[in-house]
């Protein structure tokens, strides 16, 4: 019992005063050493908030700041039509055409022309084949709005 004890307590001291120091950002163990932020990592703002200490009563508690961004504006990410189509093509590129034609039942020819101007010709011609015995008139909407697609230019990027 005496050799456990003698065991035990230094792992329990070492063990809880690492994880002590790590969640005090004392050591950098990953996942428990929290995340320095830009200002805590440079020290702006220890001055403004040491001024204000200074100058508030005694007894009275300061003011949270109020969290003002001097930095750039974070972009926010835009959302890439073109991106989504090729996705969504290769995703049907790997069904079956039955399938595919179950998925569209609900989407409009303009939704369905970039899409399928991305996917495998063989797979399209399938398609418009199984569409055309059963919806002619949509088949032929739906073969005009991939021919319009398909003759739209890139756009030219800017210099």
């Not at 050591?27 to 908030?49: F, R």
């Not at 926010?76 to 093509?89: E, S, T, Y």
């Not at 970039?114 to 015995?133: F, S, W």
Request: net charge negative.
């Amino acid at each position: 019992m005496k050799k456990l004890l003698m065991i035990l307590v230094p792992v329990v001291l070492l063990g809880g005063g690492g994880y002590f120091a790590a969640t005090k950002g004392m050591i950098n163990i990953p996942g428990v050493t929290p995340k320095k932020t830009a200002q805590a990592m440079y020290g702006e703002g220890k001055d403004a908030a040491r001024a204000a200490s200074d100058s508030a009563p005694a007894g009275s508690e300061p003011e949270p700041e109020a969290s003002v961004s001097t930095s750039e504006p974070v972009p926010v990410a835009a959302d890439d039509p073109k991106l989504g189509q090729a996705k969504m093509a290769a995703l049907w590129n790997e069904m079956d055409v039955a399938s595919i034609e179950n998925t569209i039942a609900d989407w409009t020819d303009e939704e369905l022309a970039p899409i399928l101007n991305a996917m495998d010709t063989e797979k399209v011609a399938a398609l418009l084949q199984k569409i055309a015995g059963s919806n002619a008139k949509r088949a032929s909407r739906l073969t005009k709005a991939l021919q319009a697609e398909a003759s739209k230019k890139e756009p030219e990027p800017v210099k």
